[in-house]
């Protein structure tokens, strides 16, 4: 894996977070902490997929969340603001939206095809598989930031 392809997932994360968190008024101070954070779990996810581990989605995107989480929970002590200031605007980019996509082309495939009497299997394993990944994933994201808050607090209180 290039250092070039990392930067650039990581950028376009950075972006896609600068952009949800200017909509949902998070602070114009914060803006750039929300793309770093962003960019680092959305680096971690896709180095996990890309690198030798060549982990899944599910569980890269879990590691990713975990990382946003514990640098999230950190930054906003720092900051004295909301942890969800910086974490919600940092997962976005790591939302399953080609899965999500799938889930509602393969459901109204399977009407279609449904309605018009023509076997229509094939739609209805593709949209189960689709809905079940958009699930996991989120699943997975929301228990890893989750994951991360709790672990920084149980470090704070060690430390």
């Given at each position: 894996?290039?250092?070039?392809?990392?930067?650039?997932?990581?950028?376009?994360?950075?972006?896609?977070?600068?952009?949800?968190?200017?909509?949902?008024?998070?602070?114009?101070?914060?803006?750039?902490?929300?793309?770093?954070?962003?960019?680092?779990?959305?680096?971690?996810?896709?180095?996990?997929?890309?690198?030798?581990?060549?982990?899944?989605?599910?569980?890269?995107?879990?590691?990713?969340?975990?990382?946003?989480?514990?640098?999230?929970?950190?930054?906003?002590?720092?900051?004295?603001?909301?942890?969800?200031?910086?974490?919600?605007?940092?997962?976005?980019?790591?939302?399953?939206?080609?899965?999500?996509?799938?889930?509602?082309?393969?459901?109204?495939?399977?009407?279609?095809?449904?309605?018009?009497?023509?076997?229509s299997e094939h739609y209805l394993n593709i949209l189960a598989y689709n809905a079940?990944?958009?699930?996991?994933?989120?699943?997975?994201?929301?228990?890893?930031?989750?994951?991360?808050?709790?672990?920084?607090?149980?470090?704070?209180?060690?430390?």
């Open positions: 894996m290039e250092m070039n392809t990392l930067l650039t997932d990581g950028l376009f994360a950075c972006m896609a977070a600068i952009g949800f968190g200017s909509i949902n008024n998070t602070p114009r101070g914060l803006l750039p902490w929300c793309g770093l954070i962003a960019a680092l779990g959305h680096a971690t996810r896709f180095a996990l997929m890309h690198s030798s581990f060549h982990l899944n989605i599910i569980l890269a995107g879990f590691a990713g969340s975990i990382c946003i989480g514990i640098i999230s929970s950190f930054a906003s002590r720092h900051y004295r603001c909301p942890y969800e200031v910086l974490a919600f605007p940092a997962l976005l980019p790591m939302i399953p939206g080609m899965y999500a996509y799938g889930t509602i082309q393969a459901l109204i495939c399977y009407l279609q095809f449904n309605a018009a009497g023509t076997p079940i990944m958009t699930l996991l994933i989120i699943l997975f994201m929301v228990v890893g930031v989750l994951v991360g808050i709790f672990a920084s607090r149980i470090f704070r209180t060690f430390s």
